[in-house]
């Protein structure tokens, strides 16, 4: 991979890469990119954690709310799972709906949207006993998305360009090889979508300040708004909202790289072998164009977006006195999840509907309903 950047770095007439340019290379070359590579990169022999690592608690709480949601809502019995990872989240949704419902799980189709070839192939396996799931490698084959369409940990791992303000001037930050080495390199805003971005979010940055513009993200979440006829869509990520974004805190951006559950702020060391990942700008997704035709109806921390889901419906008050059994594991997943301080801290999920009537008044069901 590194080979083959320092080529197209080469090749090209301006002489450096985008950091959005470079980070697509690196993460879903189809052979070279670290998404397509035959390797682990999910739990504990991998790169990173993600919530469904902490036992089957996450996809069951979803499974529990959807079967909720088809129930109470007038939507076609579909659930596409936009990048499923090992399949993980899919099989314990499908496990819990089955369990609650059998006549709904008959009508249900389960659909996966996964550019990854290698992690296809994990979820195939995962999900083998499932004969009501269907697999695309993009949005375009999908087609039209009626139901409900969800994601965890997917916006993060989009391309970003970076910007960085120098003596009162907008720059982009590029990527450049001296000494054989990748370095940085700041070039004035020549590109008009960047511009446009920063002045949509009203963004304006501090002498100093980094940020990362998702306009990959922009295009995709585009793309499928447009493709939602009538259905809930549900993000769940890591980001900050644009007053977030202005904290001194975050002045150096949020890019960084994962390898073996090590972090390293230099994303240029190792590409196509490590991770790369960003804070996901919520206020993008929150405040979409009108257009669109898509409503927001709750945004919220992680830890109560579960609760209301209905996640302690899994807790085993009379679990076996065995700290290995299923209960025992499942009770303190989800203390793992729920607690402050815990992984859902970092988390938060948007809840958004296209042409669903009434969401606002029967988002949640009753406690007592679970």
Same mark, same amino acid.
């Given at each position: 991979?590194?080979?083959?950047?320092?080529?197209?770095?080469?090749?090209?007439?301006?002489?450096?890469?985008?950091?959005?340019?470079?980070?697509?290379?690196?993460?879903?070359?189809?052979?070279?990119?670290?998404?397509?590579?035959?390797?682990?990169?999910?739990?504990?022999?991998?790169?990173?954690?993600?919530?469904?690592?902490?036992?089957?608690?996450?996809?069951?709480?979803?499974?529990?709310?959807?079967?909720?949601?088809? @129930?109470?809502?007038?939507?076609?019995?579909?659930?596409?799972?936009?990048?499923?990872?090992?399949?993980?989240?899919?099989?314990?949704?499908?496990?819990?709906?089955?369990?609650?419902?059998?006549?709904?799980?008959?009508? $249900?189709?389960?659909?996966?949207?996964?550019?990854?070839?290698?992690?296809? *192939?994990?979820?195939?396996?995962?999900?083998?006993?499932?004969?009501?799931?269907?697999?695309?490698?993009?949005?375009?084959?999908?087609?039209?998305?009626?139901?409900?369409?969800?994601?965890?940990?997917?916006?993060?791992?989009?391309?970003?360009?970076?910007?960085?303000?120098?003596?009162?001037?907008?720059?982009?930050?590029?990527?450049?090889? *001296?000494?054989?080495?990748?370095?940085?390199?700041?070039?004035?805003?020549?590109? $008009?979508?960047?511009?446009?971005?920063?002045?949509?979010?009203?963004?304006? $940055?501090?002498?100093?300040?980094?940020?990362?513009?998702?306009?990959?993200?922009?295009?995709?979440? @585009?793309?499928?708004?447009?493709?939602?006829?009538?259905?809930?869509?549900?993000?769940?990520?890591?980001?900050?909202?644009?007053?977030?974004?202005?904290?001194?805190?975050?002045?150096?951006?949020?890019? /960084?790289?994962?390898?073996?559950?090590?972090?390293?702020?230099?994303?240029?060391?190792?590409?196509?072998?490590?991770?790369?990942?960003?804070?996901?700008?919520?206020?993008?997704? /929150?405040?979409?164009?009108?257009?669109?035709?898509?409503?927001?109806?709750?945004?919220?921390?992680?830890?109560?977006?579960?609760?209301?889901?209905?996640?302690?419906?899994?807790?085993?008050?009379?679990?076996?006195?065995?700290?290995?059994? $299923?209960?025992?594991?499942?009770? /303190?997943?989800?203390?793992?999840?729920?607690?402050?301080?815990?992984?859902?801290?970092?988390?938060?999920?948007?809840?958004?509907?296209?042409?669903?009537?009434?969401?606002?008044?029967?988002?949640?069901?009753?406690?007592?309903?679970?």
């Amino acid at each position: 991979m590194e080979k083959f950047l320092k080529n197209m770095i080469a090749t090209n007439t301006q002489g450096f890469l985008s950091y959005a340019d470079f980070m697509k290379h690196a993460l879903y070359h189809p052979e070279l990119g670290y998404y397509s590579r035959e390797q682990q990169k999910i739990g504990a022999n991998g790169d990173f954690y993600t919530s469904s690592n902490v036992g089957d608690v996450f996809g069951r709480a979803l499974g529990r709310w959807f079967v909720y949601i088809f @129930r109470n809502f007038e939507l076609d019995t579909r659930i596409i799972e936009l990048g499923a990872g090992t399949g993980k989240i899919a099989r314990s949704v499908l496990a819990i709906i089955k369990e609650l419902d059998e006549q709904l799980f008959s009508k $249900l189709i389960y659909t996966i949207v996964d550019t990854s070839s290698y992690h296809q *192939e994990l979820q195939k396996k995962s999900l083998e006993n499932y004969t009501n799931v269907t697999y695309y490698n993009c949005l375009q084959e999908a087609g039209k998305l009626t139901g409900i369409i969800f994601s965890n940990e997917f916006f993060d791992a989009f391309p970003v360009h970076i910007v960085e303000k120098k003596n009162g001037q907008l720059y982009e930050v590029g990527i450049a090889v *001296e000494q054989d080495a990748f370095v940085e390199q700041l070039i004035p805003v020549y590109n $008009l979508e960047i511009e446009e971005y920063l002045n949509q979010q009203q963004l304006q $940055l501090a002498e100093g300040q980094r940020i990362e513009i998702p306009l990959s993200m922009v295009h995709y979440y @585009r793309e499928l708004a447009e493709q939602i006829q009538k259905g809930l869509l549900l993000t769940i990520d890591y980001g900050y909202t644009n007053e977030e974004w202005r904290d001194p805190a975050h002045r150096d951006g949020s890019i /960084r790289g994962y390898n073996r559950h090590k972090m390293t702020g230099n994303i240029l060391k190792n590409p196509g072998n490590i991770d790369m990942t960003t804070h996901i700008h919520w206020d993008t997704l /929150r405040f979409c164009p009108k257009e669109l035709n898509v409503e927001t109806v709750a945004f919220m921390p992680q830890n109560e977006f579960l609760m209301s889901c209905g996640i302690f419906a899994e807790f085993n008050e009379t679990a076996s006195l065995n700290p290995f059994s $299923l209960e025992h594991k499942r009770n /303190r997943a989800i203390r793992t999840l729920i607690e402050p301080g815990q992984i859902s801290s970092y988390f938060k999920a948007l809840v958004q509907v296209k042409n669903l009537e009434k969401a606002h008044e029967n988002l949640f069901a009753p406690p007592l309903f679970y």
